[in-house]
């Protein structure tokens, strides 16, 4: 069973009893390493411990929805299973360990469609292309009339995720040379002890795992989120092709109603033949017109999606580059340049 998550302030409680747990433990740590004639600090190092617990167990507890227990089924269609992203614990959506069950259940048998987990809500194509046309006619009660381009504008819709993918992706550049930053002082210790203490060389160690592990988690997000960007812009360009063509189409067949309703009784036999002839050219250009909006909405949609989804290579791999030619500045000097 499924237990509810603590409150933020209870959290904190537990944050700050971690912090003066941890203080305590080092200090007592340090005596017992500067006088062997003290006992080892065992009362101080099981608090620290238990604090430690405390902490992250907050985090791994699963959240409530809209009052109602996280264990609540909210399957939309009834026929898949809620998807456990609604009511994840925090280190579930760091580590994408809900999905857990759905991997085993693949590892023992073959997956079958009503196996595979629900859409969430937000991540329903009518809801996006609602929230879409919602924020265009607000955009356009607030500026007489919305003129941006459609690459503007789902810039300006997918905002708050893009900058919310930059910050991830920052970290992963930042954590990503952790390694190679603890090491080159780990190897400078192993040769001269004395740059640095052996409490320092263990946390040098311990680093370049939470380094890693860190890096791994921002990169997970950060394609997590662009992926997610993908899906909702195919949504919404196949939303928006298929709104087109519809008035396109009935713009077409409004116009010629009446008109061919009158001259219904002035048609002859050549006419009749003209007519024959034009209809062949209209059911050609109608196909032409359909295979066109089939091809966007199949084709060219997809196509965006998949670009969108990794746009934040476009200034991860030069950030990766320029913090990598100033490492290998600092360490080799002008000969760094010339490789």
């Keep these: 069973i499924s237990v509810p998550s603590p409150s933020p302030h209870l959290r904190l409680v537990f944050f700050a009893g ?37 902490f992250l167990s907050s985090f791994t507890q699963q959240r409530r929805r809209h009052g109602m227990p996280a264990y609540t089924p909210a399957s939309a269609s009834g026929t898949n299973p809620p998807a456990p992203e609604r009511t994840a614990s925090i280190a579930q959506l760091l580590f994408f360990s809900w ?9 023992k048998r073959s997956l079958e469609p009503n196996d595979l987990y629900d859409l969430m809500p ?7 292309c609602a929230h879409w046309r919602r924020e265009s ?11 941006r381009s459609l690459t503007r504008r789902l810039f300006w819709f997918f905002r708050y995720r893009l900058a919310l993918q930059c910050v991830w992706t920052l ?29 320092q060389a263990f946390w040098f160690v311990a680093g370049l795992l ?28 196949i939303g ?31 006419a009749s033949t003209s007519s024959t002839s034009s209809d062949d050219v209209g059911e050609d250009g109608d196909m032409s017109s359909l295979g066109t909006i089939t091809n966007l909405m199949a084709v060219d949609a997809y196509k965006i999606s998949e670009v969108s989804a990794y746009m934040h290579f ?20 002008i000969a760094s340049l010339a490789g």
């Design 18 to 54: 971690l912090f003066i747990d941890s203080v305590k433990a080092r200090t007592a740590l340090l005596a017992y390493s500067r006088s062997k004639h003290r006992p080892l600090p065992v009362i101080e190092i099981a608090m620290a411990i238990i604090s430690l617990l405390l």
């Design 99 to 107: 999905m857990d069950p759905m991997i085993w259940l693949g590892y």
């Design 122 to 128: 937000e991540d329903n194509s009518a809801h996006v």
């Design 137 to 147: 006619r607000v955009y356009a009660r607030l500026h007489g009339r919305d003129s």
């Design 171 to 199: 970290g992963y550049i930042v954590f990503i040379f952790s390694g190679p930053f603890l090491l080159k002082r780990i190897l400078a210790y192993m040769e001269d002890p004395s740059i640095y203490t052996r409490e």
């Design 210 to 237: 939470a380094g890693g592990t860190i890096a791994t988690v921002c990169q997970s997000q950060a394609l997590w989120i662009g992926r997610k960007i993908g899906i909702h812009i195919k949504s919404i360009i």
């Design 240 to 270: 928006e092709v298929y709104a087109k063509s519809l008035r396109r189409r009935d713009a077409a067949t409004g116009g010629t109603s009446d008109s061919g309703i009158n001259a219904k009784d002035a048609m002859d036999s050549s």
């Design 314 to 333: 476009l200034y991860q791999l030069p950030a990766e580059m320029v913090v990598a030619v100033l490492m290998l500045y600092q360490l080799l000097g």
